[in-house]
């Protein structure tokens, strides 16, 4: 069955540096992957959007990284900031089906 | 321009009964999807609707239903209401699929 994992539950990282997160996913063959940002009691804000056929993709201190081979995604933030503390889902968008969520991961930058 | 608007944005209901969320897309979206999101189960897709048509529907029971009118607005029914129903219902429209989602705030739905 089609599955996606985002790596752990929690991370915790140094301000200022650049914290990484993964997006793994099973027996899909996305044609886009979505990064989100959630805040408690709100809804997801989009972050960025890679297609299949990229495999980068930057948006000021925000970079994803799409590998269909792996099967992976992975999103950066550099020179995080206590402000980037927040969950971020990954999605997954098969163009033509129905598009699925990881549970996301909550990053805690400490000052 | 304006945001996803979703009403009501609190509700609660007892067992058994039904209960109609509202969404207004922003001006120009013609895809509107809605989700359930659960502290256990995450963001889960309950379906799509495109031009007033159904394109995509997640694995969820018949209690659930949609539709979409002709100005793009969406609602979504859930019948006979069961505790495992309360969560946060979210709707998010796009220019179309495999384009950036705009999220409304959300419902927050308790069933007693």
């Known amino acids: 069955s089609q599955k996606i994992e985002q790596n752990s539950e929690a991370l915790n990282i140094q301000e200022g540096k650049t914290a990484t997160l993964t997006c793994n996913y099973t027996?899909?063959?996305?044609?886009?992957l979505q990064w989100y940002r959630q805040d408690p009691g709100r809804g997801p804000v989009f972050l960025l959007l890679?297609?299949?056929?990229?495999k980068e993709k930057r948006k000021e201190r925000l970079k994803v990284t799409f590998d269909t081979t792996l099967k992976q995604s992975l999103f950066h933030i550099t020179a995080s900031q206590p402000a980037d503390s927040a969950t971020y889902l990954c999605?997954?968008?098969?163009?033509?089906?129905?598009?699925?969520f990881g549970k996301g991961t909550r990053l805690h930058i400490l000052p | 321009k304006a945001g996803v608007t979703q009403t009501p944005r609190y509700l609660i209901k007892t067992r058994g009964q039904q209960v109609t969320l509202s969404c207004s897309p922003i001006?120009?979206?013609?895809?509107v999807s809605w989700y359930q999101q659960t502290p256990g189960q995450g963001l889960q897709f309950l379906f799509e609707?495109?031009?007033?048509?159904?394109?995509n529907k997640g694995n969820f029971p018949g209690r659930f239903s949609g539709r979409q009118f002709s100005n793009s607005r969406s609602e979504m029914n859930v019948s006979t209401l069961e505790l495992g129903d309360s969560a946060l219902y979210l709707c998010?429209?796009?220019?179309?699929?495999?384009?950036?989602?705009?999220f409304g705030p959300g419902t927050r739905l308790t069933v007693l």
């Open positions: 001006s120009g979206h013609r895809s």
């Open positions: 890679i297609r299949e056929n990229e």
């Open positions: 027996n899909y063959s996305p044609a886009y």
């Open positions: 998010a429209s796009s220019i179309q699929q495999g384009y950036e989602q705009f």
């Open positions: 999605a997954l968008d098969p163009r033509d089906d129905k598009i699925i």
């Open positions: 609707y495109f031009s007033e048509t159904q394109r």
